[in-house]
């Protein structure tokens, strides 16, 4: 039976396996002496995947290596994230023009590149085994040719909260229409409420997609990516992020994505996300491994979200609450040890697939700071995070990325605890971000930071310089970089491209870096200029 396969691993620590060799390695790292161009040959890549040549204009897109014409300064680099909606279904790209122009225009300001994400919905949309790769070969080559490096954002979550939004890309329609014949594929709340973001990781292991496994869908996914860009690994597309969970983040889906960034966030509490016949299985496996058949029906009584104040919250209360009792600890302990496991086994995979292309693999951790200023954590232990005023959740994390040389990424990295505070006392961003810093800094892991929000005044970047330099602070090879959430028309507009050039400069210059978070200097009146014709460019496209 299914459920005996769950107790072993679930209710036990899982033994470490050797700590393997990182291959990544940023561009700081290794300097290509000259430029490398390549010319990818429009052709089919395998049976399966297709590949430039499908394209009516069957023309070859010529990739280069990505060095910019500049000469790069040491420091930490920084990439910027495009638009979600990018590429489009069928191998088009969107707003083409003003992606030129926009990489450009990050090329002259020093930025590294650009993170794209690579939706699962998008390229093996039809139908299992059939990869659509044509977007994204062109997408990656307009960066290469304008002197950038890509981090691809392998993301099997959905975006978007429906069909009537604008960037709304869904898992792929062969595997929505599994979840339709078994809707227990998808998380599920105590009251029954299903989260189509991401599949539940109850179901990791079993051949629920036809004949394949989650896990396996998204190895093969992986692998078919390999294969098509190997030429550029590790040249052009120097990072790989692989996604976990919803919104890319290892976690559960505690709460739905696009609540987390509504001003009123701060007090929801989340829901455990253990009610679909596959969580129910492996949570009853454990409790009766233990001997506690009772403990095994699901969820703790008394963890009630909404908007309720946390000492009216049986489970989270601090003072006598159940999460600190053997209970609480028992399902604690098999809530986010279910997790741990979902992200070993995919970094386990990721990390055989990528072994020696000389890209750097990252994950993301989520930032779930709103009631991080009390004993017991709620909104962190929906979550998945067991982390508590008594217990460090982070660390076993790190751990993990650190067995198969992952890079950790983490948002938050512009929030200040002055300006969350008058909206929810509770909430520390920077009590979170510290944590998890320190983690890393234990573990000897690379560290990729990003923002929480798209803010771009100079308060948001002396922030990520601050905790920038708290990361790398004493260390004698810090291996930092920042994503910038995300590339819009915004962006471009002319105080904000005056801010944001700034920033990176500081960021890339290594004595800049270590001297006083200050924002003096000047920018290049040919790069301000550009930027408000690529404003224009992405209001009209």
């Known amino acids: 039976m299914a459920i005996a396969t769950f107790a072993p691993s679930f ?12 291959f990544g390695l940023t561009h700081s790292q290794h300097k290509l002496q000259s430029r490398v161009s ?19 204009n069957n023309n070859k897109y010529e990739l280069h290596d990505g060095a910019s014409s500049q000469i790069r300064r040491k420091g930490s680099p920084v990439f910027v994230k495009l638009p979600e909606d990018s590429t489009l279904t069928g191998g088009k790209l969107k707003r083409r023009k003003a992606i030129v122009q926009s990489f450009k225009a990050l090329a002259a300001a020093g930025v590294e590149g650009v993170v794209v994400e690579v939706w699962w919905g998008v390229v093996e949309r039809d139908r299992p085994g059939l990869y659509d790769w044509r977007g994204y070969f062109e997408l990656i080559a307009l960066a290469s040719n304008c002197g950038l490096k890509v981090r691809a954002l392998l993301a099997f979550h959905q975006c978007g909260t429906g069909p009537g939004d604008p960037k709304w890309i869904p898992l792929p329609q062969w595997v929505l229409e599994e979840i339709d014949k078994d809707p227990d594929l998808a998380y599920s709340d105590r009251f029954g409420r299903r989260n189509m973001e991401y599949i539940s990781l109850g179901c990791d292991i079993l051949p629920v997609l036809q004949g394949r496994s989650p896990i396996q869908a998204y190895t093969d996914f992986m692998r078919n990516f390999r294969d098509t860009f190997r030429p550029l690994l590790g040249v052009t597309i120097t990072g790989v992020q692989v996604g976990m969970g919803p919104a890319g983040e290892l976690r559960y889906p505690s709460c739905p994505s696009q609540k987390l960034t509504w001003a009123w966030r701060s007090r929801e509490l989340g829901e455990f996300q253990c009610y679909d016949k596959y969580m129910l299985a492996a949570l009853n496996a454990c409790a009766r491994d233990i001997g506690k058949r009772e403990w095994g029906n699901g969820g703790p009584i008394g963890a009630s979200n909404l908007m309720q104040d946390v000492e009216h919250a049986e489970f989270f209360r601090s003072d006598d609450g159940s999460w600190n009792t053997a209970y609480g600890n028992f399902f604690l302990e098999w809530y986010s040890g279910m997790l741990l496991l979902h992200g070993e086994r995919i970094c386990r995979e990721a990390e055989t697939i990528f072994r020696g292309t000389r890209v750097n ?51 938050c990295f512009e929030m200040r605890d002055v300006d969350e505070k008058p909206m929810n006392p509770l909430s520390s961003p920077e009590g979170f971000l510290r944590q998890l810093l320190l983690a890393a800094r234990v573990c000897d892991i690379p560290l990729e930071g990003e923002n929480s929000g798209t803010s771009l ?12 330099k708290f990361y790398s602070e ?46 003096r200097g000047d920018i290049r009146p040919s790069s301000i200029l550009d930027s408000a014709k690529v404003g224009v460019a992405f209001a009209y496209c």
């Open 11 to 22: 209710c036990c620590t899982p033994s470490e396996p050797t700590r393997v060799t990182r």
């Open 457 to 468: 005044d100079d308060a948001a970047f002396q922030q990520v310089l601050k905790m920038s």
């Open 38 to 56: 390549m010319s990818v040959s429009c052709r089919l890549n395998s049976s399966n995947s297709l590949s430039p040549a499908d394209n009516n």
């Open 474 to 519: 004493g260390l004698e090879k810090p291996c930092f970089s920042f994503n910038f959430v995300r590339m819009d028309k915004n962006m471009f507009e002319y105080h904000n491209w005056v801010r944001f050039t700034r920033f990176v400069r500081q960021m890339s210059d290594s004595s800049i870096f270590r001297a006083k978070l200050d924002f």
């Open 361 to 411: 693999i990252s994950a993301k951790v989520g930032g779930i700071h709103w009631h991080y200023g009390t004993p017991s954590h709620p909104s962190e232990l929906t979550a998945g995070y067991y982390n508590t005023s008594t217990r460090d959740g982070y660390l076993p994390i790190a751990r993990m990325f650190g067995r198969y040389g992952f890079t950790m990424c983490s948002s």
